[in-house]
Structures are given as structure tokens and as C-alpha cells.
């Protein structure tokens, strides 16, 4: 088998990408416990995303302001690195990408956070959702939003319930039911099935009651089944 020190090598490898996403996960969660967070905060209580749910999930704010560019680069990481993983950006200077957006981290597998989704909660104009660009630690077609947590549940009760949006999947977590993930609106990939695999549980489908949602269950069942995993649909 591996030897301790190579093992620990694989691990490491994106170490420097991991520890300043965990940085930026912190800082985050320190403007929303401030008083520039309390408008956001507010939002977050109205959608019964409570405190707990709030600290379990790691959820930020990003304000109107480059703090984190700078918290970064006086931390000495690598300005490349930093624009290429999706942190910050680069025009005549170096600004923080995430602007005035309550800040959803995303874990890979491990529980690394990798990226974000970041929703507007004070004004209507912009996009309602951003996320962090696919990068070389962030594959979308590799992650499933909230795999980390669901997996001890899911391995009790037998089964994982897979949605689209994460938001959904923060509200089922939020009701109790914990073994839950959500494809983030991609398809459903080889990578995600062999994730799925891995725990030998059923899987319960519950993607949107939308044209895109029926098709998708439709997609995602096939793929699943074809793998001989015995899949229900909510």
C-alpha cells in the first residue's frame, strides 16, 4: 500500500489553494457576523436559514470593498494563484471578485472548500447567483454540494436524496433530513455516480417540477440505474 509520506503528499497537493479558500470562508463569515451583516442576516432568518444553519454551512458576506485581496496578498499568496482558483481578479489592480452577495461555500469531497455561490439579497438588478468559475479545484462535474455532510447520515438511513439547487438542499438539511446533496444544476456525471457508488445506498430523486427538472430525472435516473443503483423519485 501507500506509505505514510506519500499519502500525505496527495493530500497536499493544493494546499496553498485549500488554506486560502479557508481563509476567504472565515473572512466572510466575519462580515456577516458584523453590523454590515445584519441586512443580510435579516435575509437569511426571513428564509428560515436560521444561526445554526448559518454556522454549519459556513455562510458569509462579501461587502463593497477589496479587504480580502488584501487580507490575502499580505498573507503572501501567490497573486496568480489567487485569480486563477476564482478568489480575486486582476485589472489595473487586484480586486475582490465577490461583491454585496451572501457567500455559499462549496467542499469537495474531502470537505475542502473549493468555491462559492454567491446570491444578491439587497438589490434586483444583478444576476441573482454567481459562482466561482470552474477552475482546477473546482469541477462541477466532480462535486456535489454538500456530499461531505450527507454522507454519514446517508450510509444510516440507506439512502441519499439528490436536488438541483443548493438552496434546496440547505433547506431539506435545514428540516432535519441530512442526507442530501445537490448537483448544483449540472447533469449528473460518471464522477458524481461513482461518488454515489462508493456509499452502496439507494438514491431518491428530487430535482425541479420544471420541464429542465423532469428531464433531468429522467437523465439522472437512467445514468443511475444503468449502475445498478436502485433509484425512487420524490
Do not use: W
Not at 4 to 32: C, G, P, R, T
Not at 126 to 136: A, F, G, V
Not at 144 to 171: T, V
Not at 194 to 208: E, F, G, T, W
Amino acid at each position: 500500500g501507500m506509505s505514510l509520506s506519500q499519502s500525505v503528499n496527495v493530500v497536499k497537493k493544493y494546499d496553498k489553494e485549500y488554506k486560502a479558500y479557508d481563509l476567504a470562508v472565515k473572512f466572510y463569515k466575519n462580515n456577516l457576523k458584523s453590523e454590515l451583516g445584519l441586512k443580510a442576516r435579516e435575509y437569511l432568518i426571513n428564509r428560515n436559514i436560521n444561526e445554526d444553519i448559518i454556522k454549519e454551512f459556513d455562510i458569509g458576506l462579501s461587502l463593497n470593498d477589496n479587504n480580502l485581496s488584501k487580507l490575502l496578498i499580505s498573507k503572501e499568496f501567490d497573486e496568480n494563484m489567487l485569480v486563477n482558483i476564482g478568489l480575486l481578479n486582476k485589472g489595473q489592480t487586484l480586486y475582490d471578485l465577490f461583491r454585496n452577495r451572501i457567500m455559499f461555500p462549496i467542499h469537495n469531497s474531502n470537505g475542502e472548500a473549493v468555491g462559492f455561490s454567491a446570491r444578491i439579497y439587497n438589490n434586483e438588478v444583478d444576476s441573482k447567483y454567481i459562482n466561482t468559475k470552474e477552475t482546477y479545484i473546482f469541477k462541477k462535474g466532480e462535486i456535489l454540494f454538500n456530499y461531505h455532510r450527507a454522507i454519514l447520515e446517508a450510509k444510516k438511513q440507506k439512502y441519499i436524496i439528490l436536488c438541483e439547487g443548493q438552496m434546496d438542499a440547505i433547506r431539506i438539511y435545514a428540516s432535519g433530513i441530512k442526507n442530501v446533496c445537490a448537483t448544483m444544476g449540472t447533469a449528473l456525471t460518471n464522477y458524481h455516480v461513482n461518488l454515489i457508488k462508493k456509499l452502496n445506498i439507494k438514491v431518491i430523486l428530487n430535482m425541479d417540477s420544471d420541464a429542465a427538472g423532469i428531464k433531468a430525472t429522467l437523465q439522472n435516473g437512467e445514468l443511475l440505474s444503468k449502475n445498478n443503483i436502485d433509484v425512487k423519485v420524490i
